[in-house]
């Protein structure tokens, strides 16, 4: 039997806990109301100081100088918030609403752009879309030499070292920053080859070679990305990085070893097909050129004459061929000691898989640059009449 006393105490500590219920009940009430009232608060003023700062943007074209890059595979978003990073614009969100009004934004291409810090978002896409502002972007042609070359009538070519120069530049804290052609020379020519990235099938050759020119060759032809306010060092390492992937693509290393070269050797022709031979005949000018070193003949090219003298032209003067050097292949039987210019794939391709045939003479005869191929001094000496009668040279 359960005692009065006992009920009492139950009935007080249900009474309590109904209490407590009831407090928790307000308690949640409260919560929720002030939530409201927050919400509301917000809607009515704080939520316009919110959206605000969430829209923040800056107005106008900006100040100071800034270096960004683009990424490959960056979306708008992720470059609004790299922009929003470096202080280039208030945030991700003033940028990409710009942007999509903007359709050429898609067209941005990876690498880096010399932008203003506080630009509106606006002002950051069009900068960003302007060609001028593209800054670090090197682009280097098939036969151009480590110099710079000067044609007959005057016209200076700019070669890998002046093309790297103007890529590197930029502004800085107001002012604009370039590494130098003679610091890039410097590094070029006190700098282990090896510590500067050259393959190992290339080091040897390279270290025997003129410090001045031993580089020659190994700046594939192709588009780079130079990070502005970069050392001579780093810049020449990271431009050599990317180039010697690029050489190691074509398999050059393994395939001209399965040929009886050395990959040195194998780059050395490929450079000679570039500077002699249009792109249909230079399977054609490297069979000539390997069938030449068989005979143990001269190579007698003019484009290699004429490169310690840092001269492009068809053709060479006597006095140029009077001159003995290594690179005088009318005076000196075998491969000069180093390419002469920037091969490209077409041309080492060539080089490793010349086109059968028993041509030991070509000249160019079109005016298009097209070859004709002989067998015999006789049959050259006709294709050289023939040449002079069509203009070409």
């Given at each position: 039997?359960?005692?009065?006393?006992?009920?009492?105490?139950?009935?007080?500590?249900?009474?309590?806990?109904?209490?407590?219920?009831?407090?928790?009940?307000?308690r949640r009430a409260g919560i929720v109301a002030l939530a409201l009232l927050v919400l509301f608060g917000i809607g009515a003023g704080g939520g316009a100081i919110l959206l605000g700062w969430f829209n923040e943007d800056y107005e106008g074209t900006g100040e100071g100088h800034v270096v960004v890059r683009v990424l490959d595979g960056d979306s708008?978003?992720?470059?609004?918030?790299?922009?929003?990073?470096?202080?280039?614009?208030?945030?991700?969100?003033?940028?990409?609403?710009?942007?999509?009004?903007?359709?050429?934004?898609?067209?941005?291409?990876?690498?880096?752009?010399?932008?203003?810090?506080?630009?509106?978002?606006?002002?950051?896409?069009?900068?960003?879309?302007?060609?001028?502002?593209?800054?670090?972007?090197?682009?280097?042609?098939?036969?151009v030499q480590l110099d710079d070359t000067r044609a007959p009538n005057g016209a200076v070519t700019p070669g890998v070292l002046s093309l790297i120069a103007q890529a590197s530049c930029a502004v800085f804290d107001g002012q604009r920053r370039c590494?130098?052609?003679?610091?890039?020379?410097?590094?070029?020519?006190?700098?282990?080859?090896?510590?500067?990235?050259?393959?190992?099938?290339?080091?040897?050759?390279?270290?025997?070679?003129?410090?001045?020119?031993?580089?020659?060759?190994?700046?594939?032809?192709?588009?780079?990305?130079?990070?502005?306010?970069?050392?001579?060092?780093?810049?020449?390492?990271?431009?050599?990085?990317?180039?010697?992937?690029?050489?190691?693509?074509?398999?050059?290393?393994?395939?001209?070893?399965?040929?009886?070269?050395?990959?040195?050797?194998?780059?050395?022709?490929?450079?000679?097909?570039?500077?002699?031979?249009?792109?249909?005949?230079?399977?054609?000018?490297?069979?000539?050129?390997?069938?030449?070193?068989?005979?143990?003949?001269?190579?007698?090219?003019?484009?290699?004459?004429?490169?310690?003298?840092?001269?492009?032209?068809?053709?060479?003067?006597?006095?140029?061929?009077?001159?003995?050097?290594?690179?005088?292949?009318?005076?000196?039987?075998?491969?000069?000691?180093?390419?002469?210019?920037?091969?490209?794939?077409?041309?080492?391709?060539?080089?490793?898989?010349?086109?059968?045939?028993?041509?030991?003479?070509?000249?160019?005869?079109?005016?298009?640059?097209?070859?004709?191929?002989?067998?015999?001094?006789?049959?050259?000496?006709?294709?050289?009449?023939?040449?002079?009668?069509?203009?070409?040279?």
């Amino acid at each position: 039997m359960t005692t009065v006393p006992t009920r009492l105490a139950q009935l007080a500590a249900r009474r309590a806990e109904m209490r407590a219920r009831a407090r928790r009940r307000r308690r949640r009430a409260g919560i929720v109301a002030l939530a409201l009232l927050v919400l509301f608060g917000i809607g009515a003023g704080g939520g316009a100081i919110l959206l605000g700062w969430f829209n923040e943007d800056y107005e106008g074209t900006g100040e100071g100088h800034v270096v960004v890059r683009v990424l490959d595979g960056d979306s708008t978003t992720r470059i609004g918030e790299m922009l929003a990073d470096r202080g280039v614009v208030a945030n991700a969100k003033a940028f990409t609403s710009a942007a999509a009004r903007n359709g050429r934004i898609r067209s941005v291409q990876p690498g880096y752009y010399q932008m203003h810090r506080k630009m509106s978002g606006a002002a950051a896409v069009s900068m960003l879309l302007d060609p001028a502002s593209r800054v670090g972007h090197l682009d280097i042609r098939g036969g151009v030499q480590l110099d710079d070359t000067r044609a007959p009538n005057g016209a200076v070519t700019p070669g890998v070292l002046s093309l790297i120069a103007q890529a590197s530049c930029a502004v800085f804290d107001g002012q604009r920053r370039c590494v130098g052609v003679e610091d890039l020379r410097q590094v070029m020519a006190e700098t282990d080859p090896a510590e500067l990235g050259v393959p190992d099938w290339a080091v040897q050759d390279v270290r025997r070679a003129d410090p001045a020119r031993r580089l020659e060759g190994l700046f594939m032809p192709g588009v780079y990305d130079i990070a502005p306010g970069t050392p001579a060092v780093e810049v020449l390492r990271g431009v050599l990085a990317v180039s010697v992937a690029r050489l190691e693509s074509t398999g050059i290393a393994d395939d001209a070893r399965a040929m009886g070269f050395d990959p040195y050797q194998v780059l050395v022709v490929a450079s000679l097909v570039e500077k002699e031979a249009i792109t249909p005949d230079m399977p054609k000018v490297a069979r000539v050129v390997y069938n030449r070193l068989d005979a143990g003949q001269r190579l007698e090219l003019d484009s290699t004459v004429n490169y310690p003298l840092d001269v492009q032209a068809l053709r060479t003067t006597a006095a140029a061929r009077a001159q003995v050097g290594p690179y005088n292949t009318y005076a000196v039987t075998g491969l000069p000691p180093t390419p002469i210019a920037a091969a490209g794939k077409t041309a080492v391709a060539a080089a490793l898989a010349p086109q059968p045939g028993p041509w030991t003479f070509f000249v160019r005869c079109e005016q298009a640059g097209t070859s004709c191929f002989s067998t015999s001094l006789g049959e050259h000496e006709e294709n050289v009449r023939q040449a002079i009668a069509n203009g070409a040279f």
